[in-house]
């Protein structure tokens, strides 16, 4: 029998809690940061039960925390954060996703909107040809296995090295673009051949890459070190570790399950699937990983380097306007471990996001030297049709969600449930009566994607920065996108 969605307790006006005694085995409370507005669309969410499914594991700290993108994942929900004990903690491979290190990032360029929409039908073509796009696409740079193998250990500063970029994008990414410790010998085979010809490709689903305007500044000093002005075009792309990153999931979560099946262990969530931090198995999940993370943040550099040929090409009379600079790069599937307060003394834990990025506040060592004196900025998209934003972290990340926000929107709809509802020639006539110029690999790029399938991005933005997480910095709205 399937149980009622558990209860909830309004902390204040941008949290809920899903008290520690409401499922058995619940070791700490779940927190919900949401509004009555998002609300009434979670009111019987699966995605709900999976906070609570969280607070049962091992080792977790503080609390199971969603942010209020959050909507129903493999295990954990996506928009979840949980930070565990290094000794007595596990480490999910739910907890961080399928699609390891999927990550935004932001490019600007010297350009602005009015130039831009004049020549914006050759620029979305032009960029679709650089970026090959759409399910399974395999276009990309073909690897030799040395490559692949450098590939997996040096992340994006091997594409930088190779050519494929400048010396200056890697200092405004998150880890530089390459995390360690990774293992590439982690890497199977079978996964190994899955990326062989996908680096350098968006994929499907909800990757994108997005021509944008900046509409509106709200903390003018911090924009201006991040190089944005009203007015000026950006560049956003939202992809990850592709069919390498699926497959090393896959194949932890299997032997993840085959292990705690031999060890009698059952979980109140089999996707939960989990092994000790501290254990071989945990440390060698960790580590391989970190090496799918590190194919993702190439993926995304050698994208960047098509997006700037494309700016090149049909700009080629505007100079070095038309170059392309990283503003940042940010991860919102990943596991790191971390320094945090926990009851009232710092102490370094596993922090796992799913659909959820870093938003840690000024001061912090770990942000580039020049955004140290604002705090971390953070990427987030929202559907083709409406806005995109720039937040910047702030302390109460750190005191309420391991230094958290969300990671976008956040579907309200399922792809499936959004294909019914939307039809292609209305999504696009929509969105061309907006000025917005829309090009996709497939028909269904655009159904399951429709603007319709997403929360209200606005008031996501407003919840996490009510509760005290992030602040607004700039919003950027679409002039033309590339889907899968």
């Known amino acids: 029998m399937a149980l009622s969605p558990p209860k909830l307790v309004e902390l204040d006006a941008f949290r809920w809690e899903i008290p520690a005694g409401e499922r058995p085995g619940m070791r700490v409370?779940?927190?919900?940061?949401?509004?009555p507005l998002l609300m009434k669309e979670l009111s019987s969410d699966p995605a709900l039960e999976q906070i609570a499914n969280v607070a049962t594991l091992p080792g977790i700290q503080g609390g199971s925390y969603a942010m209020p993108d959050i909507h129903f994942g493999y295990g954990f929900p996506v928009g979840g954060v949980a930070a565990f004990d290094l000794t007595e903690g596990i480490v999910s491979p739910g907890g961080i996703g399928y699609d390891i290190n999927c990550g935004v990032r932001l490019l600007r360029s010297g350009l602005d909107s009015r130039e831009v929409r004049a020549r914006l039908k050759p620029l979305v073509e032009a960029l679709f040809r650089e970026v090959p796009s759409g399910v399974g696409s395999k276009a990309g740079l073909a690897l030799s296995g040395n490559q692949m193998q450098e590939v997996l250990a040096g992340g994006a500063r091997w594409a930088v090295e190779l050519g494929y970029g400048?010396?200056?994008?890697?200092?405004f990414q998150e880890e530089g673009g390459c995390m360690s410790p990774a293992d590439p010998s982690g890497v199977s085979p079978d996964a190994r051949k899955?990326?062989?010809?996908?680096?350098?490709?968006?994929?499907?689903?909800?990757?994108?890459?997005?021509?944008?305007?900046?509409?509106?500044?709200?903390?003018?000093?911090?924009?201006?070190?991040?190089?944005?002005?009203?007015?000026?075009v950006?560049?956003?792309l939202h992809t990850g570790s592709r069919g390498l990153g699926h497959q090393v999931a896959t194949e932890?979560?299997?032997?993840?399950?085959?292990?705690?099946?031999?060890?009698?262990?059952?979980?109140?969530?089999?996707?939960?699937?989990?092994a000790p931090i501290a254990s071989e198995e945990g440390q060698r999940y960790l580590r391989t990983m970190a090496a799918?993370?590190?194919?993702?943040?190439?993926?995304?550099?050698?994208?960047?380097?098509?997006?700037?040929?494309?700016?090149?090409?049909?700009?080629?009379?505007?100079?070095?306007?038309a170059e392309l600079s990283v503003v940042y790069d940010i991860a919102h599937n990943i596991a790191k471990e971390e320094e945090h307060r926990v009851?009232?003394?710092?102490?370094?834990?596993?922090?796992h996001r799913k659909g959820a990025t870093r938003a840690f506040p000024a001061g912090r060592e770990e942000l580039p030297t020049q955004y140290r004196t604002f705090g971390q900025p953070v990427l987030i998209p929202g559907d083709m049709g409406t806005a995109s934003y720039v937040l910047a972290g702030l302390p109460g990340s750190m005191e309420r969600s391991f230094g958290s926000s969300c990671h976008g929107a956040g579907r309200r709809l399922s792809r499936h449930a959004a294909a019914r509802e939307f039809r292609y020639e209305e999504v696009t006539r929509t969105l061309s009566a907006r000025g917005i110029i829309v090009r996709s690999a497939t028909r269904e790029g655009v159904t399951q994607e429709a603007p319709g399938a997403y929360k209200n991005?606005?008031?996501?933005?407003?919840?996490?920065?009510?509760?005290?997480?992030?602040?607004?910095?700039?919003?950027?709205?679409?002039?033309?996108?590339i889907k899968g």
């Open 29 to 35: 409370p779940g927190i919900l940061f949401s509004s």
């Open 166 to 171: 400048r010396p200056e994008d890697l200092l």
């Open 194 to 232: 899955r990326g062989m010809r996908q680096l350098g490709t968006l994929g499907s689903g909800n990757h994108f890459l997005e021509v944008q305007v900046v509409d509106e500044l709200f903390d003018a000093p911090f924009a201006e070190a991040l190089g944005l002005r009203t007015g000026q």
């Open 234 to 236: 950006v560049v956003m």
């Open 252 to 274: 932890f979560i299997a032997q993840m399950d085959a292990e705690l099946h031999r060890q009698g262990t059952t979980l109140v969530d089999r996707q939960l699937s989990c």
């Open 292 to 321: 799918a993370a590190n194919f993702a943040w190439a993926n995304r550099q050698l994208i960047t380097e098509g997006t700037r040929r494309a700016f090149r090409a049909i700009f080629s009379d505007a100079g070095e306007r």
């Open 343 to 351: 009851d009232g003394r710092t102490r370094r834990v596993l922090v």
């Open 457 to 481: 991005v606005e008031e996501v933005v407003r919840v996490a920065e009510g509760a005290g997480l992030t602040r607004r910095v700039a919003r950027l709205v679409p002039l033309g996108v």
